[in-house]
């Protein structure tokens, strides 16, 4: 048995599950999906609400044609702006997406919050360091 796949396996599972329940109700509650919810609220931390598009990719997980598609998405419902010429082109948080994010996130806390209810405080901490130095990992780099 080779635990470190099944490690990734089982963390697999469990964003599979938890991006279905966040989409579920995400969607129910705010018309957006996790990803965009995820996208919305990377700009929304970003400084003066703006980041170049290309620095969306890896913390997306998806290639720059697709985050590209989903900004051009959210830009025809007013959520995001693209600024900028083709070679410094960024994505800008307009008000109406500043709102959205604001009032998704307290859903998407909620759902989170009661995700992990089970899990000890003290596991939660432990997991998410390991998983924040998995994500920044020099291995994970793409070539």
Known sequence: MNTNL??????????ASLQLKLDDQLGLYHGVGFNDFVLLNLLAQADGSRIGIPELVRPLGQPQSS?????????????????G????RQAV?????????????????????????SIAPAAV?????????????PTLELS
């Open 6 to 15: 099944d490690f990734c396996l089982a963390l697999h599972r469990a964003n």
């Open 93 to 117: 948080l307009r008000p109406a997406g500043r709102a959205l994010v604001n009032a998704a996130r307290e859903t998407a806390d909620s759902i989170c919050t009661e995700a992990v209810a």
């Open 67 to 83: 985050v590209l598609r989903k900004l051009i998405l959210l830009e025809k419902i007013g959520l995001v702006v693209r600024e």
């Open 125 to 137: 901490a432990t997991v998410s360091a390991a998983l924040f130095t998995l994500a920044r990992t």
């Open 85 to 88: 010429a083709n070679g410094n």
